[in-house]
Structures are given as C-alpha cells and as structure tokens.
C-alpha cells in the first residue's frame, strides 16, 4: 500500500536511510482518508507492524553498528514495538534472535467495563487508542472498538465538536442502519401488531353496530346517523310561562298546548286532536326560544330540543338517518315535545330543477315531512318550530297535519318594553329616578333581546364610573350608545367644525318640532358618536309604529325634516361653504320620495299604480334582480315626480328656518355650550320663542 504519510517515525524506522518512494498521482479516496489518518498517527504497535519490521530486517539486515551503537530518532511516542529492536547483550545482533525474541508485554491505560464516561472516552481517542466508533440511530450513543480489541458502550452528549475530534484522530465513523432495541422487543411487537390491529377493526365494527357507541355510550366515529339532540325527561329548563314578559298572544296559544299534555280528557272528550306541530314566527331576539323552554318547564313531560343545523351533514341520507333516530326517541316517550331551532337551515322550499339542488337537505326535510305526519302516523309527539325567515319554508311544512299552529312573536308593544325592563332588572341596583315607562317609549322597536342588553349595557356604565346603583344617565347613555355608538371622547374637534354641527343639528330639531302631526325632539347631541358627529333623537308615535300606517303629510315632513341640516347650513355659512355632512339625509330622502311615487300611489302624474317590481326569491329559482316594467317615457315622469317631491320639502325647511332664525341661533349657542340638550329644555326655547306651527 502506498503512503503519502511523511511522518518521520514510518520514514525512519520503516525504510531506515533510503529515500521515501515516490507517492502515485492516483486521486485518494475520499471513503479511505480515514483509514490513511489512522496509520499516520498511530506507531506501529500492532501485531502487523511488528511484523513488517521483521521482514524487513530479514530481507535487508541493517549494520551490527547501527543496531547497537546508533540510537534510533526519538519517536513522538514510547509504543512498545520498539523497544524490541534495542538490545543491551554485547552479542552480535542476529536473525535468530529477532525471531527468538518474546512478545511484547503491552500496558494499557484504557478504562475497565463496557461503559466508559464520556470524557474518558475523549482522552482515548486523542491518545489513538480509538480504532472505530459506532453511533446508534439517535444520536444519543455509540460504540467504539480500542486498539486492544476490547469494546464500549458511550452515551454522548450534544457535543458539535465530537465528530471533529474524531476525524483529527483517525477514528472509523459509521452509523447503526437500523433502531437500536432488543431482538426480544422487535420479536413480541411482531407478533402483538396484528392482534392490535384486528382489534380496533372488531371495535369500530361493533360501534357501526349500535355497541358502546349507541345511545348512552361513549359515541364514535362511524357513529353519524344518529341524532345530537339533547333530553330531559323532567325539564328543568328554570323558566315558566311568569318569565316570559311582553309576548302575551304567543303565550296564549302555546298555553294550550300544554294543557292539552296535563288534561288531554278535557279536548278529545269534544273530539278534539292535539296539534301536531306548532311554529314560532318573529323577527331575531323576540324570545321565540324562550317560549319553547318556557313550554318544557310548564308542561312537565318529556323534551327534546335540537338545531336544524345538527341535521345537515357531509354525507348524503346522515341527515334523515338523524331525523328517523330523533323521532324513535320521541315515540319510546310520548306523549313528549320535540324542538327544532332554526328549522329554516333544513326545511327552506325544495328545489325546482334549475341549477341543480341539495340531495342531503332535501333528504332531510322529505323525512321529516313523512316522521310528522305520514303513512304510519305520529301520536303523542308535538313538534315546536322556531325560525325567522318563514317565507323560505317548504309549503308541504306548513300544511294542517303538520304545523297546525303559526304563534307570530311580533316585537313587544309599550306595557310589554315596561314589563320586560321589569324582568330584566330583577337583581340590578336601580337608583329611583329610573322610570320604566320613560325608557319604554324611547325605545320604540326593541325586542326583548334588545331591552335586556340596554339594561347590562347600562350596568357595565355604572361599574366603570364606580356607582353603586343605576341610574336614568347610565340608561340613555346606554341607549345612545346601542343606536349610534360610543362616545368619541377624545375626539379632535375644532371651534368651527363644532359650531357648524351644532346648527346643523338644530336645523333638525326646529323642522322636525315645528311640522305638524310629526314625532317630538327627545334629545339633541353634538357628540361625536360612531360615524355621526352629532345627533337628534326623535320619540315615533307608538300607534304608528304597531300600525305601519303612515300618512302622506308624515311622509313629506320627514323629508323636510332630513333637509333640515343641509338648510341652516346654507342660511348661516352661505352655500359655498357647506359640507358633506347631509349625506345621509340626501339618501334618506330620495329613498322616500322614490317609493311614494312607486310603490305608494302618491303621485298624481303616476296614479294609483305600482311600478317597479321587487327582486324574486333566490331560494326559488327566480330572478334576483329587479327588473323594470315600464316604458323610458314613465321613467322620466318618476324622474320629474321624485325632483318635485324632494324640492318642495326643500323650500318648506327653508322657510321654517328664515322664519324662526332666532329659535335657532338660541339652540345651537346652548349646544355649543353644553353638547347636549334634552327634550324638555328644547321646549322651553319654544315657548320662550312664542313660535308657531307650519302650515302650509
């Protein structure tokens, strides 16, 4: 083998005073480079260096002078191979006796065991005594070969150094191919893995088959067609009839219902049946679940309730699995009530071909037509609806037989807001100038869900102001905070711009005061709220609200009270100088006058006629956007319409702020002083004022 080594010891010793052989120019190679660094470093201590220098004696003996008289070039270490070429005996130096001579006694300083510490290990491999080492698959230990033959086991530390200082040294490096374990351990895993995998297939096909996984039992994943609802057989829902405020009608059907379950005799003695279903209509927050928990308390018997939602799944036919399992349910412990919230998520109108429709949806709804009432019948199971969209349902849902009964949850009339505050403030600290009645009729439109959030909305202000009882302030802050959003306190606002709103405002509130048969100021504001930077609060008549009758006089005051703002700006600041702050009122008013002359027959060019179709259903294939069903010529009339419409409520704001500019200067200097001004106190300018009426 040739060596590219040039360390003096293997020159020396090896070759004695010839000249090193000339390396070959073949390219090393680079999974060997290993191995040349390993006989570089070490001496010749091992079995076949002693060897070589044998023959080499054999072949070529060296001068009796040379063996005996000139020491050898003092090698960088003492290995033991030789001292067998030194000879202290006067005889000459022979071929017997090398082959003669005794093995030579070698004193290792290596550590004893199998487990060697790691830095024991270190101090073997920079002294070369380190043939090979071997990492296990982890990283997290080796195995090493001595010189010696003897091996180790070394757990090694996160070292970045460690391959390194092997490499210097000369070390074999390598890496266990495959984990490192017990045959024993890979024997018994070989032999547990398919009895575990066998296993889990038993298990999941027992839970496919109604096992562990049914009703009652811990549920798994092959476990969709059955149904999520919850039961009560005893409902303790906490709420009766006596919680529910404000929804009188609704309470008096479904009162009915549940003294049909407590004294069935009472009806079926008059041939009456009980009704198979009953669905609760109304707007978002009027207590349509509410009533449903309320029907459950009262009624005592058993009770189902669940999501429509819970129905509709990835899997075609889950849903009506679901439907058939819930309604088994209901059968075992009839007479019972089941509930279905938001039933519109699953019963909207079956699709009529186009486009396609929804197999999984329409599954589910044919199945619950067929569950409330089918061939086989469904007696002693009352089913309760709840939904906010009815236009959307199913016609064959709300067939006699099925929902016999439609209870409307309309929005809470005065006497309901005032006995809702009443349920709602039950365990709130209310200071004694809260007055229910008041709140009430400033909150015209509020559902339940509405009032119970102005009452914590009210709570949480007093809190932060560190009160200890609630108080009106708390409670109108609350309102204003609700309608248009919280106060923008530390809201940059200049002289100017504060001035400008505020007569705009009052260019509002001196309109809106002096039309006739218009709603009354309730409160104005120039604090900047939301997107608005001042307000004016009116109070609507009630008997308009619940009636939605609205007269063509109250029509044009609105519009001319809109216009209000944009006018007092132009009389105080000159009309170069307005701003964009009457935006919303320009959209306000042209929606208005556009639908009087459309949809309400008050124009006279027009007549009595309604033009100007709506937009058709979406969930039943019809078009979505509105097309027109007049002629270019009819346009221009509703065009020319709308313009006089808006233009007279123009000139009749106009004059009523020429007419009374003092009232309105008055108003918007205490608005700048105080920001905010109360109904009552807005009066007082009026009367103060001696103004009058607008008549036309």
Same mark, same amino acid.
């Given at each position: 083998?040739?060596?590219?080594?040039?360390?003096?010891?293997?020159?020396?010793?090896?070759?004695?005073?010839?000249?090193?052989?000339?390396?070959?120019?073949?390219?090393?190679?680079?999974?060997?480079?290993?191995?040349?660094?390993?006989?570089?470093?070490?001496?010749?201590?091992?079995?076949?260096?002693?060897?070589?220098?044998?023959?080499?004696?054999?072949?070529?003996?060296?001068?009796?002078?040379?063996?005996?008289?000139?020491?050898?070039?003092?090698?960088?270490?003492?290995?033991?191979?030789?001292?067998?070429?030194?000879?202290?005996?006067?005889?000459?130096?022979?071929?017997?006796?090398?082959?003669?001579?005794?093995?030579?006694?070698?004193?290792?300083?290596?550590?004893?065991?199998?487990?060697?510490?790691?830095?024991?290990?270190?101090?073997?491999?920079?002294?070369?005594?380190?043939?090979?080492?071997?990492?296990?698959?982890?990283?997290?230990?080796?195995?090493?070969?001595?010189?010696?033959?003897?091996?180790?086991?070394?757990?090694?530390?996160?070292?970045?150094?460690?391959?390194?200082?092997?490499?210097?040294?000369?070390?074999?490096?390598?890496? @266990?191919?495959?984990?490192?374990?017990?045959?024993?351990?890979?024997?018994?895993?070989?032999?547990?893995?398919?009895?575990?995998?066998?296993?889990?297939?038993?298990?999941?096909?027992?839970?496919?088959?109604?096992?562990?996984?049914?009703?009652?039992?811990?549920?798994?994943?092959?476990?969709?067609?059955?149904?999520?609802?919850?039961?009560?057989?005893?409902?303790?829902?906490?709420?009766?009839?006596?919680?529910?405020?404000?929804?009188?009608?609704?309470?008096?059907?479904?009162?009915?219902?549940?003294?049909?379950?407590?004294?069935?005799?009472?009806?079926?003695?008059?041939?009456?049946?009980?009704?198979?279903?009953?669905?609760?209509?109304?707007?978002?927050?009027?207590?349509?679940?509410?009533?449903?928990?309320?029907?459950?308390?009262?009624?005592?018997?058993?009770?189902?309730?669940?999501?429509?939602?819970?129905?509709?799944?990835?899997?075609?036919?889950?849903?009506?699995?679901?439907?058939?399992?819930?309604?088994?349910?209901?059968?075992?412990?009839?007479?019972?009530?089941?509930?279905?919230?938001?039933?519109?998520?699953?019963?909207?109108?079956?699709?009529?071909?186009?486009?396609?429709?929804?197999?999984?949806?329409?599954?589910?709804?044919?199945?619950?037509?067929?569950?409330?009432?089918?061939?086989?019948?469904?007696?002693?199971?009352?089913?309760?609806?709840?939904?906010?969209?009815?236009?959307?349902?199913?016609?064959?849902?709300?067939?006699?037989?099925?929902?016999?009964?439609?209870?409307?949850?309309?929005?809470?009339?005065? @006497?309901?807001?005032?006995?809702?505050?009443?349920?709602?403030?039950?365990?709130?600290?209310?200071?004694?100038?809260?007055?229910?009645?008041?709140?009430?009729?400033?909150?015209?439109?509020?559902?339940?869900?509405?009032?119970?959030?102005?009452?914590?909305? @009210?709570?949480?202000?007093?809190?932060?102001?560190?009160?200890?009882?609630?108080?009106?302030?708390?409670?109108?802050?609350?309102?204003?905070?609700?309608?248009?959003?919280?106060?923008?306190?530390?809201?940059?606002?200049?002289?100017?711009?504060?001035?400008?709103?505020?007569?705009?405002?009052?260019?509002?509130?001196?309109?809106?005061?002096?039309?006739?048969?218009?709603?009354?100021?309730?409160?104005?504001?120039?604090?900047?709220?939301?997107?608005?930077?001042?307000?004016?609060?009116?109070?609507?008549?009630?008997?308009?609200?619940?009636?939605?009758?609205?007269?063509?006089?109250?029509?044009?005051?609105?519009?001319?009270?809109?216009?209000?703002?944009?006018?007092?700006?132009?009389?105080?600041?000159?009309?170069?100088?307005?701003?964009?702050?009457?935006?919303?009122?320009?959209?306000?008013?042209?929606?208005?006058?556009?639908?009087?002359?459309?949809?309400?027959?008050?124009?006279?060019?027009?007549?009595?006629?309604?033009?100007?179709?709506?937009?058709?259903?979406?969930?039943?294939?019809?078009?979505?956007?509105?097309?027109?069903?007049?002629?270019?010529?009819?346009?221009?009339?509703?065009?020319?319409?709308?313009?006089?419409?808006?233009?007279?409520?123009?000139?009749?704001?106009?004059?009523?702020?020429?007419?009374?500019?003092?009232?309105?200067?008055?108003?918007?200097?205490?608005?700048?002083?105080?920001?905010?001004?109360?109904?009552?106190?807005?009066?007082?300018?009026?009367?103060?004022?001696?103004?009058?009426?607008?008549?036309?």
């Amino acid at each position: 083998m040739a060596s590219t080594s040039t360390n003096p010891l293997l020159s020396s010793a090896f070759f004695g005073a010839q000249s090193p052989p000339t390396p070959k120019t073949t390219r090393p190679n680079p999974r060997r480079t290993h191995q040349i660094l390993s006989i570089n470093k070490n001496p010749p201590a091992s079995k076949a260096a002693l060897a070589a220098l044998l023959f080499s004696a054999v072949a070529q003996p060296l001068p009796q002078s040379l063996a005996l008289d000139t020491p050898a070039p003092p090698p960088q270490s003492s290995p033991p191979v030789l001292e067998a070429t030194k000879s202290t005996s006067p005889l000459p130096f022979s071929q017997d006796m090398l082959l003669t001579a005794p093995k030579p006694q070698t004193q290792s300083d290596l550590p004893e065991g199998t487990q060697w510490r790691y830095s024991e290990f270190l101090n073997a491999v920079k002294k070369g005594k380190v043939e090979r080492v071997r990492f296990s698959k982890d990283g997290g230990s080796l195995q090493l070969s001595a010189v010696d033959g003897r091996r180790a086991t070394v757990v090694v530390p996160n070292d970045p150094d460690l391959i390194d200082i092997l490499a210097m040294n000369g070390v074999d490096i390598s890496v @266990a191919e495959g984990e490192s374990g017990n045959g024993l351990f890979n024997f018994i895993g070989n032999l547990l893995f398919p009895i575990i995998a066998f296993g889990g297939l038993y298990f999941l096909f027992r839970q496919s088959q109604g096992g562990p996984g049914g009703p009652g039992g811990l549920g798994g994943p092959m476990d969709f067609g059955r149904s999520k609802s919850k039961f009560q057989e005893v409902p303790e829902t906490g709420v009766s009839f006596a919680d529910v405020a404000g929804a009188d009608q609704a309470k008096l059907e479904l009162q009915e219902v549940v003294d049909f379950l407590k004294n069935p005799d009472k009806y079926t003695a008059l041939g009456a049946k009980i009704p198979k279903g009953c669905l609760l209509v109304g707007p978002p927050g009027t207590g349509k679940t509410l009533l449903a928990r309320a029907v459950a308390g009262e009624a005592g018997v058993p009770f189902f309730s669940c999501a429509a939602s819970e129905f509709v799944e990835l899997f075609v036919g889950v849903g009506a699995s679901r439907v058939r399992d819930l309604f088994e349910k209901a059968k075992s412990k009839a007479p019972c009530i089941v509930f279905i919230d938001e039933i519109d998520a699953v019963g909207r109108q079956r699709g009529a071909g186009l486009g396609g429709g929804n197999d999984e949806r329409e599954q589910t709804i044919n199945q619950l037509l067929t569950e409330m009432d089918g061939f086989s019948g469904n007696s002693g199971v009352i089913v309760l609806a709840a939904t906010n969209r009815p236009d959307v349902l199913d016609s064959a849902l709300l067939r006699p037989g099925r929902f016999d009964r439609q209870v409307t949850v309309d929005r809470p009339d005065v @006497a309901g807001r005032v006995r809702i505050l009443q349920v709602h403030s039950r365990g709130k600290a209310l200071a004694k100038d809260v007055d229910f009645e008041k709140i009430a009729r400033r909150t015209p439109g509020f559902t339940g869900a509405d009032l119970q959030n102005l009452m914590n909305e @009210a709570a949480i202000l007093a809190a932060r102001r560190d009160l200890k009882e609630i108080s009106k302030d708390e409670i109108s802050d609350a309102l204003e905070r609700i309608i248009a959003g919280p106060e923008k306190k530390n809201a940059v606002v200049s002289e100017e711009k504060k001035r400008l709103v505020a007569y705009h405002e009052a260019g509002h509130a001196l309109v809106g005061a002096l039309m006739p048969e218009y709603d009354p100021v309730a409160k104005i504001s120039i604090i900047p709220r939301g997107q608005a930077g001042g307000l004016t609060f009116f109070a609507p008549s009630e008997e308009r609200l619940e009636s939605g009758l609205y007269s063509r006089s109250y029509l044009e005051n609105q519009m001319a009270v809109a216009l209000g703002g944009r006018v007092a700006e132009e009389v105080i600041f000159g009309k170069e100088n307005v701003t964009t702050g009457a935006s919303n009122d320009f959209m306000q008013v042209s929606r208005v006058a556009r639908q009087m002359v459309e949809r309400l027959g008050f124009s006279k060019k027009i007549g009595q006629v309604a033009i100007g179709g709506g937009g058709g259903n979406p969930f039943l294939g019809q078009q979505m956007s509105s097309q027109k069903d007049y002629s270019m010529a009819t346009a221009d009339i509703v065009d020319s319409e709308v313009r006089e419409l808006v233009e007279k409520a123009y000139a009749r704001a106009t004059e009523i702020i020429n007419t009374h500019i003092d009232i309105l200067h008055k108003l918007a200097q205490l608005l700048i002083e105080k920001e905010t001004v109360d109904g009552e106190e807005f009066m007082s300018l009026f009367i103060d004022g001696k103004a009058e009426l607008y008549v036309a």
